[in-house]
């Protein structure tokens, strides 16, 4: 049975830290891309960092650059966002997401599994 399943989310004010954990289990996810995604209240859901299945390469959204830090433990089946300098703009629903096959699109890379989501509110 595949499981992806976020935590960490929560309410945070500007500049503050959050850090986010996917656990993912049921699939072959430490030889695929991992990633995180977000969807602002009202918006599309955007790519916000991927990581290549040794950790060596990572991608990451524009907005986010120097604030947040992808990274993966293959031996505890988890992937972490940490995410710092927080900001309003970044609050959104976020989804980790796992595929079988390696970050060919760096954040473009197709997912295969999807997690339920963990809020994230920033406030000002």
């Known amino acids: 049975q595949v499981q992806v399943v976020e935590s960490g989310g929560g309410s945070v004010q500007a500049g503050g830290s959050l850090r986010l954990s996917c656990a993912a289990s049921?699939?072959?996810?430490?030889?695929?891309?991992m990633g995180w995604f977000r969807q602002p209240p009202g918006k599309e859901r955007e790519g916000v960092a991927t990581?290549?299945?040794?950790?060596?390469?990572?991608y990451y959204a524009d907005s986010v650059k120097g604030r947040f830090t992808i990274s993966r433990v293959n031996a505890e089946n988890t992937v972490y966002l940490q995410m710092n300098s927080l900001k309003p703009e970044d609050t959104a629903m976020y989804y980790c997401?796992?595929?079988?096959?390696?970050?060919?699109?760096?954040?473009?890379?197709?997912?295969?599994?999807w997690g339920q989501g963990t809020q994230v509110t920033v406030s000002s």
């Open positions: 997401a796992g595929a079988i096959w390696g970050c060919r699109d760096g954040l473009g890379t197709p997912m295969n599994y």
């Open positions: 049921g699939f072959p996810h430490s030889n695929g891309c």
């Open positions: 990581i290549s299945a040794g950790g060596s390469n990572t």
